[in-house]
């Protein structure tokens, strides 16, 4: 019996999703950085086995949104974990009290009457004594709520720890069904959005404070081509959009450091992901109250709905 279903991850930001989805996929579908609401709008890898294929679908850490762009990752929240068939509950152990926010994550999901899997993320972290308590506590106040978790599974993403029991648990939980993707599909993002993400998870990473969350990345050209050796390579134009002119300086850097940074450390990671050569050229540009705008905001919508 061959089973085909839709699976989503859901957690507060920060707990692991996107570095679990790419672990599953066995491919960097979505960026990962220590910084909470990194990922934006929900991405799907596609994970196809013998006996099995699920469409796992990353979702934007669980906030309360301040401005139109938020409001659009979380009604992705929404699309998502209301029509799929299992919800892996991401939680991180290293912060094992329950507090309002997941208290509201669990109040949300136990309404949907779906089968939702609890995965205690970073036991590596931890005393491992301690696991026993977070899943009584996560335990006892989901069951206090009239809901009960098909599986509980302590896992570590970053160790690779529990991975496979995770898969199996997600198997045993999926409606039997046909494939309904390629094998060799792995994702619904195309590559100038992995581009895009990559840049963004780039400056993520080297840029302090709210600057990295005020900016939104463009590729205006892409570009097949033969290099002098005779080579394919890809020609990529991009724009770094930011909400601010005191942004803009930080984010090109004293003598344009902080972006020769950023557009060197993308082009590898682009390179070793498409699988070829690129001439990556950056530009940055200032546009007040983007998150705000409908027009920089369109994709983050289609993608929030779908």
Not at 53 to 75: A, C, N, R, S, W
Not at 118 to 130: C, F, G, Q, S, V
Not at 160 to 175: A, K, M, S, T, Y
């Amino acid at each position: 019996m061959f089973k085909f279903g839709y699976v989503t991850v859901v957690g507060k930001p920060n707990a692991g999703k996107s570095t679990l989805l790419n672990k599953l996929v066995g491919f960097k579908v979505a960026i990962t950085t220590p910084k909470p609401q990194t990922t934006r709008f929900n991405i799907k890898g596609i994970v196809t086995k013998d006996t099995c294929q699920f469409v796992i679908i990353d979702t934007p850490g669980i906030h309360l949104p301040k401005q139109k762009l938020g409001e659009y990752m979380m009604e992705g929240v929404e699309n998502a974990i209301s029509s799929v068939d299992v919800i892996i509950y991401l939680v991180d152990a290293t912060k094992s009290k329950i507090d309002s926010v997941n208290e509201d994550i669990m109040k949300k999901i136990v309404t949907l009457n779906k089968k939702v899997i609890l995965a205690i993320n970073k036991i590596d972290k931890i005393d491992k004594t301690k696991i026993f308590s977070i899943i009584e506590n996560y335990n006892n106040y989901f069951k206090s709520l009239g809901g009960n978790f098909c599986d509980i599974i302590p896992v570590s993403v970053y160790k690779n720890d529990g991975i496979d029991i995770l898969v199996n648990c997600i198997e045993n939980n999926l409606p039997e069904g046909q494939m309904e993707f390629a094998e060799d599909e792995i994702t619904n993002i195309t590559e100038r959005e992995i581009v895009e993400e990559i840049i963004r998870e780039k400056a993520l990473n080297n840029l302090d404070k709210e600057v990295p969350h005020g900016i939104k990345v463009d590729v205006e050209k892409f570009k097949e081509s033969t290099n002098k050796e005779g080579l394919l390579q890809y020609n990529i134009d991009v724009n770094i959009i930011c909400s601010k002119n005191s942004h803009k300086g930080i984010i090109i850097g004293h003598e344009g450091r902080m972006l020769k940074k950023i557009t060197r450390e993308a082009r590898i990671d682009i390179e070793n992901t498409l699988e070829t050569k690129v001439n990556l050229k950056i530009w940055v540009k200032v546009r007040e109250n983007w998150q705000k705008n409908e027009l920089y905001l369109k994709n983050i919508k289609f993608r929030s709905s779908n």
